[in-house]
C-alpha cells in the first residue's frame, strides 16, 4: 500500500494531491481498502502507486539500510548507483518542470528526461536482488 511520507513531500508532492489518502475520502469506497487490503484508487495508475512505493522504500533504504555494498561494487558505486535509481523514480513522479515557451527545448529536456527514467529503471532490473541489507 502506498502511504503519503517526507519522501514525497520533499519533492513537492503535496499530502491534499497524494490521491491514495482516507482521511480525504472518507465517504468513498475507492479510497477504502478491501477484504484484501488494496485500494482501489491504487489500481487507476498502478505505474504511479508503484513509483511512489519503490522511490520511499529505495530513499528509506539509502538513507537508514545502507551498511554494505554488492561485492563487486565499491560503496560509492553501489551509492552512485542507488542514487540514480532514485533520481529515476522520482522523475517518473514528478511532473515536468521545463519552464521553456520553446518546443525545441521541452522537446530536448523532455527527452533528457527520459532516458535518464530509462537509464534508472534498467539499473533498478540489474541491481534487484542487491536491494537488501
Known amino acids: 500500500m502506498v502511504k503519503y511520507?517526507?519522501?514525497?513531500?520533499?519533492?513537492?508532492?503535496?499530502?491534499?494531491?497524494?490521491?491514495?489518502?482516507?482521511?480525504?475520502?472518507?465517504?468513498?469506497?475507492?479510497?477504502?481498502?478491501?477484504?484484501e487490503g488494496f485500494k482501489p484508487c491504487e489500481f487507476w495508475s498502478l505505474d504511479y502507486s508503484l513509483a511512489c512505493y519503490i522511490y520511499s522504500h529505495l530513499c528509506y533504504f539509502k538513507e537508514h539500510c545502507l551498511v554494505g555494498n554488492p561485492a563487486y561494487l565499491t560503496f560509492e558505486q553501489w551509492e552512485n548507483i542507488l542514487d540514480k535509481m532514485i533520481k529515476a523514480f522520482r522523475l517518473y513522479i514528478q511532473k515536468d518542470d521545463c519552464k521553456s515557451d520553446s518546443i525545441e527545448e521541452?522537446?530536448?529536456?523532455?527527452?533528457?528526461?527520459?532516458?535518464?527514467?530509462?537509464?534508472?529503471?534498467?539499473?533498478?532490473?540489474?541491481?534487484?536482488?542487491?536491494?537488501?541489507?
Do not use: A, C, T
Not at 523532455?110 to 529503471?121: A, D, E, P
Open 5 to 35: 511520507n517526507h519522501y514525497l513531500k520533499e519533492i513537492g508532492i503535496e499530502e491534499n494531491d497524494f490521491p491514495f489518502q482516507d482521511e480525504f475520502n472518507l465517504d468513498d469506497s475507492r479510497y477504502m481498502e478491501d477484504e
Open 106 to 133: 521541452k522537446k530536448r529536456v523532455s527527452k533528457n528526461k527520459q532516458k535518464q527514467i530509462k537509464y534508472g529503471m534498467q539499473l533498478f532490473i540489474k541491481y534487484f536482488h542487491d536491494l537488501w541489507f
